[in-house]
């Protein structure tokens, strides 16, 4: 059989070829979004086997496996860890198609070096072995993995309420050049939908914050001191997942009203909740533009919506769906309130629903100033998303309604340390794509020029948004 997971794997003409090659394949990784664990980093994790570093927590597979008809007990259940492996790979034939079939064969090839043979029922126990045998290494410890794949800098999403300590602990390790750094992700300050869980998390930021918090202003006054405490670690990021933008009217006097209402303990109404939020959105936005950083919406995702399946496994287990929210409406208001008031930071948008892609890049095409380039971006392909066709869609809405050369590029979204494989992905896509207009005339015919642009994309571009210092 001919490999799979090739040199020139996803690059469909001579041009793309010499683009990846030539201007991508080499590159740093600078992974501005993830759910990596700082302290697997901090203590520089080993794994036993591959389900551990795998399978654990990986709510895509999850969700194939259920659709191949998989008992949950080889999936999150009572089986042994090979048991498990097996039920993945008998799975893998079956997502043919699916992005899960490509990024399965691309993880095994790096960092594994497994390319000349597919993941199945019958390979199953060579590569069980194969796998467990280099997990033992000192070559796939966390912090090596990330070293192979020349990882430069990785931004984890953190709450407000966290100590921050395993950052701290890595900032400490010797021989290890990856800069990890800490993202804001305020969500729980606006939850209110349970005030029950509310008044339990504003308890914590309270100690967090080493203050009382009795009023509203004491509220955003323990969150400016986090934000501070964040901006000394680091942190020049915040992230949001919300089901869309926020942007109800509302007065001072309303929402210290709703705060109070809130610390009773008394569920408040859904115009309250709504003005609580857009009041919430705004003000990490003020804060976020205070000190120079770039906030982050994540839009679009309807989770939990299996709630047999959500009270015995809990959250990202695979039962969060594309939403079909109002978006366009809500996020301008919100982004022009911010601009109005001259507090609009540097802002990516991530849709879910592929319906709003051209949607969001119009958008931030209403609210680009000239202050720096490309100031207002439209995030890359999320979730459902990040697959061939989405990042195609994706990237053809850029280039149709925006600057595609300023756009920042891939990030993982992701809790493993095999996922920056996704990063490959993106950029033979990338390169596929433009090779593909070089060669029908729709491009010019200049590798340099394109090149260029590639590099910035992939790598150069991210570099200069964030200002990082790598």
């Not at 590159?27 to 664990?37: A, E, N, T």
């Not at 569920?267 to 000190?291: C, N, P, T, W, Y």
């Not at 919506?305 to 929210?325: A, E, H, R, S």
Request: glycine residues 6%; charged residues 25%; hydrophobic residues 40%.
């Amino acid at each position: 059989m001919e490999q799979f997971i090739s040199d020139d794997f996803l690059l469909q003409n001579g041009t793309a070829v010499k683009l990846y090659h030539q201007f991508a394949e080499h590159l740093p990784v600078i992974d501005y979004h993830c759910h990596i664990s700082p302290q697997e980093i901090a203590e520089n994790k080993r794994w036993e086997n591959i389900t551990k570093i795998w399978l654990y927590g990986d709510h895509y597979k999850w969700r194939g496996m259920r659709t191949n008809g998989i008992d949950e007990k080889f999936i999150t259940g009572s089986a042994d860890d090979y048991e498990k492996f097996a039920a993945w790979s008998k799975t893998v034939p079956k997502t043919l198609g699916n992005p899960l079939y490509h990024w399965t064969h691309m993880e095994l090839n790096k960092p594994f070096g497994i390319s000349d043979v597919l993941l199945n029922e019958e390979t199953a126990p060579l590569i069980w072995k194969k796998t467990n045998a280099l997990l033992a290494e000192p070559d796939f410890s966390s912090r090596s993995i990330m070293k192979q794949f020349n990882v430069k800098l990785i931004s984890t999403t953190d709450d407000p309420v966290d100590a921050l300590e395993f950052h701290d602990k890595i900032k400490n390790v010797k021989n290890f050049e990856t800069q990890v750094l800490p993202a804001f992700r305020p969500d729980q300050g606006m939850a209110v939908e349970d005030s029950a869980e509310f008044i339990n998390w504003v308890e914590k930021l309270s100690d967090a914050a080493d203050m009382k918090i009795a009023t509203f202003p004491d509220f955003l006054g323990a969150i400016k001191k986090r934000h501070t405490y964040f901006h000394e670690r680091g942190c020049r990021i915040s992230d949001h997942g919300i089901e869309t933008a926020y942007a109800d009217d509302y007065s001072d006097a309303e929402i210290e009203t709703i705060f109070k209402k809130i610390l009773t303990g008394r569920q408040l109404q859904g115009d309250e909740i709504l003005k609580f939020k857009s009041a919430m959105l705004f003000e990490f936005g003020v804060l976020d533009h205070s000190r120079g950083w770039v906030q982050q919406y994540h839009l679009g995702a309807l989770r939990n919506v299996n709630k047999k399946m959500y009270g015995k496994l809990g959250p990202d287990t695979g039962y969060d769906v594309i939403g079909d929210f109002e978006i366009a409406r809500p996020l301008a208001k919100l982004l022009n309130r911010l601009d109005e008031n001259n507090t609009l930071a540097k802002t990516i948008v991530y849709n879910l629903n592929p319906r709003d892609n051209d949607l969001i890049a119009s958008i931030i095409g209403a609210f680009q100033d000239g202050s720096a380039a490309g100031k207002i971006q439209y995030g890359s392909a999320w979730w459902f998303l990040d697959q061939k066709d989405g990042i195609e869609k994706q990237l053809t809405s850029i280039s149709n309604l925006g600057l595609l050369s300023r756009f920042i590029g891939m990030l993982t979204d992701s809790r493993s340390f095999l996922s920056y494989s996704r990063h490959e992905y993106f950029r033979r896509i990338l390169c596929n794509m433009l090779g593909s207009d070089i060669e029908k005339g729709l491009l010019p015919n200049d590798l340099s020029l394109i090149g260029g642009m590639v590099e910035d994309i992939s790598f150069g571009n991210a570099k200069a948004y964030f200002d990082f210092n790598i």
